[in-house]
């Protein structure tokens, strides 16, 4: 994959307008805090930002209100952008979330069902967008939004085995759900229709008893909540706990943040170029709506990679997700699958009886890299999926196909809600056989053999996608020292009948989340990138070679591919063009400041080619007539001269002054008039019968020009 910071160039651009040049002060580089071209954001560095500590207000929550990059925001607690309001964060914002404080936990077993309750005196910090309260996030390729924890430096020094040290990012919308109504009073009730349960964000109190974070309801499914672009989340997730309780929707399961949490969010919202990464959960939870989203990462997190759950029928494309191994990072909190897709916990009786909407999300150019203790996709409770031209590499299977409860994967199966298609599976299992990319796990054991046939009937097989998936992490500093490089290098395309017609999705002719020969769009901006995922190169065993890989930096190092933090851009910037009005001859690096006077004029102004010195700063001072009526114009004149009318005059044949010698109309032409009685014939001045006979006496004559 192609660094797509390394090696830009940007030509210096000319500017004929007189500018008044301040002197740009260039920070000191930190990851996800640079502006377009390779140059720096205009922030501080992250060290030199003041903090700004952010309650929830005693319920008031942030009201409508912009954070700058000019701050470190740092969450205390639960904090609510409440219905109505819009918190906007501008590109290259730090916003953290503190841990939380008085941690208490209390666990008890009844029978065969342990319950687990963690209360605190102050809970972790997370963000909450409310229904009906908007965020517009927008960061850039070079000036992403950090979302980590309090302690975090951001100076390259935390690895992926922190976790767990804030909540996350909770979005609610009003789309559709498979829940039933949840009524306020801490029981579900019976659904309102289909499609209009509402439920509870996950992990998360509203101390102030309002519900602020109840999600679904339908009544807005394509509605919008913002804004979410070119974010980094990091090292969060806290639990509640896992039990018994209806008042939420898991049973005995975990009641936890995730890092980046969607719940029921409206297909207008717009949400690209994001990565969760090292959550004590799931990276990514989708419940519910139908928003749809392009360029996600997810990484080492604890749990599943991305979750989708409660009737998600969004879209999905170019989906990358490593997943966790707790062998190599360090950590006791296992791991899951890459991608858990399931339609609810029916068990805790709060799914609408008809399951409906269904789990079902469509996902395309995907690629997923695990251990071989994992599934890269696991199907249950009601969840299916429409899956092609995605790589499933390094897992104990590729497909974890369940079949358990009264609607489970197989039911969706036979209802033709899945669709698994056009997919790339290799060192799946312990060979290359059917059963090993796709399990049937499952104990009414109605179709392994039909889940089979349709699975290999649809073009799905074991093919090596030829790049290097093999990774290793170091356990003292939780940074990458063998990356991966996932670019495909079979030189396999999809067929054209496997290329969905759908226009939302770009026209990918590639398997997986990866172009070959093209830019990898995690790096410049992404965490993944900092640790040292990747390796910057076209073949496998490519040695990484950490430095500064940004060529408008001072201690830019060609050889570099990883960037380490250390590039400096303060004090060699300026503009290196000694033509330039504001050349600066201390100057290595050009920042593209440069600028130029107008034709004939100096910087100051003033007009240095009146040669004539008629007072006209004319540059080459060029005498000719400029008059364009004239026979001799000439465009190119800058100073008037004589000109030639010689040739002007009546150009129309008509005319009685007709000059068949020029060439230039002069509008002098004269025309005979018309007589003003054609009707009098004889022309003596009146019309008679005698003009009449004359006429008739010409009757059948030849008129000839």
Same mark, same amino acid.
């Given at each position: 994959m192609k660094n797509k910071c390394k090696n830009r160039f940007l030509p210096p651009f000319m500017v004929v307008i007189l500018l008044v040049i301040?002197? =740009?002060?260039? *920070? =000191?580089?930190? =990851?996800?805090?640079? @502006?377009?071209?390779? @140059? *720096? &954001?205009? &922030?501080p560095p992250a060290a030199d930002r003041p903090v700004v500590i $952010?309650?929830?207000?005693?319920?008031?929550? @942030? !009201?409508?209100?912009?954070?700058? &990059?000019?701050?470190?925001? +740092?969450?205390?607690?639960?904090?609510? $952008?409440? *219905?109505g309001d819009t918190l906007t964060i501008e590109p290259g914002a730090i916003i953290k979330g503190a841990p939380g404080q008085g941690f208490? %936990?209390?666990?008890?077993? +009844?029978?065969?069902?342990? %319950?687990?309750? #963690?209360?605190?005196?102050?809970y972790p910090a997370s963000l909450v967008i409310s229904r009906g309260a908007v965020l517009i996030a927008d960061g850039t390729p070079d000036c992403a939004i950090t979302f980590t924890y309090e302690a975090d430096p951001l100076d390259g020094s935390i690895g992926v085995d922190i976790k767990g040290e804030w909540g996350g990012l909770i979005i609610c919308g009003a789309g559709a759900t498979n829940t039933l109504y949840y009524d306020m009073t801490g029981f579900p009730s019976q659904s309102l229709g289909l499609g209009t349960g509402t439920d509870l964000a996950e992990g998360v109190i509203d101390p102030t008893g309002a519900f602020r974070h109840v999600y679904g309801g339908n009544t807005d499914p394509t509605g919008s909540s913002g804004i979410l672009r070119y974010a980094s989340f990091r090292h969060g997730s806290t639990s509640l706990g896992y039990h018994q309780n209806l008042s939420t929707n898991e049973s005995n399961n975990g009641d936890e943040t995730n890092l980046l949490q969607l719940c029921a969010v409206g297909s207008g919202t717009q949400i690209d170029h994001i990565e969760v990464v090292s959550s004590a959960d799931d990276g990514l939870q989708i419940m519910g709506g139908s928003v749809e989203l392009k360029y996600i990462?997810? !990484?080492?997190?604890? %749990?599943?990679?991305v979750e989708f759950d409660h009737g998600w029928g969004g879209k999905i494309q170019y989906l990358f997700i490593i997943t966790d191994s707790s062998e190599v990072? !360090?950590?006791? =909190?296992? #791991?899951?699958?890459a991608l858990d897709i399931e339609g609810d916990d029916w068990e805790q009786s709060n799914v609408d009886i008809s399951f409906m909407p269904y789990t079902n999300p469509t996902i395309i150019n995907a690629t997923f890299i695990g251990p071989k203790s994992q599934s890269g996709l696991r199907l249950h409770n009601g969840g299916a999926t429409r899956m092609s031209n995605n790589i499933f590499v390094g897992f104990g299977q590729g497909i974890d196909f369940e079949d358990y409860d009264p609607c489970d994967a197989w039911e969706l199966f036979l209802f033709d809600e899945y669709a698994l298609i056009n997919n790339h599976f290799w060192d799946c299992g312990d060979s290359t056989s059917v059963y090993d990319m796709i399990l049937y796990d499952g104990n009414l054991?109605?179709?392994p053999s039909a889940i089979a046939g349709d699975f290999v009937a649809n073009n799905n097989i074991a093919i090596d996608p030829m790049f290097d998936y093999s990774l290793a992490i170091d356990p003292l500093t939780g940074m990458v020292n063998d990356p991966v490089f996932l670019e495909p290098g079979n030189g396999v395309v999809p067929a054209l009948e496997f290329i969905s017609p759908d226009p939302w999705f770009d026209q990918a002719m590639?398997? !997986?989340?990866? %172009? *070959?020969?093209?830019?990898n769009w995690l790096t410049c901006w992404s965490y993944l990138e900092q640790v040292g995922l990747f390796t910057v190169g076209d073949s496998v065993g490519v040695v990484s070679v950490p430095g500064c890989i940004y060529n408008s930096a001072c201690n830019f190092n060609i050889d570099a591919t990883i960037d380490d933090g250390t590039c400096i851009f303060d004090g060699c910037s300026g503009c290196t063009d000694s033509t330039a009005c504001n050349y600066d001859s201390v100057a290595i690096i050009s920042d593209c400041t440069c600028f130029y006077p107008a034709a004939g004029y100096d910087c100051m102004g003033v007009c240095i080619q009146d040669t004539d010195m008629d007072g006209v700063c004319d540059g080459d001072e060029i005498s000719g007539c400029q008059d364009i009526d004239a026979c001799d114009f000439s465009s190119?004149?800058?100073?008037?001269?004589?000109c030639d009318y010689s040739c002007n005059g009546c150009t129309y044949d008509a005319a009685t002054n007709f000059d068949v010698t020029a060439t230039l109309d002069d509008g002098t032409c004269i025309f005979p008039i018309a007589s003003l009685c054609p009707e009098d014939i004889n022309n003596d001045g009146y019309v008679t019968t005698v003009d009449l006979l004359d006429l008739l006496s010409a009757y059948g004559m030849i008129c000839t020009p």
């Open positions: 301040t002197s =740009l002060v260039f *920070p =000191l580089f930190t =990851l996800a805090q640079t @502006t377009g071209g390779g @140059t *720096p &954001c205009s &922030c $952010v309650t929830d207000n005693s319920g008031q929550g @942030t !009201g409508t209100v912009t954070w700058s &990059c000019d701050y470190i925001y +740092v969450l205390q607690e639960y904090v609510f $952008v409440n *219905p208490s %936990e209390t666990i008890f077993s +009844v029978g065969n069902i342990t %319950e687990q309750t #963690i209360t605190y005196t102050t990462a997810a !990484g080492f997190n604890a %749990e599943d990679g990072v !360090g950590d006791n =909190l296992g #791991i899951s699958n054991g109605y179709g590639y398997f !997986g989340a990866f %172009e *070959p020969g093209g830019e190119s004149a800058t100073d008037p001269g004589a």
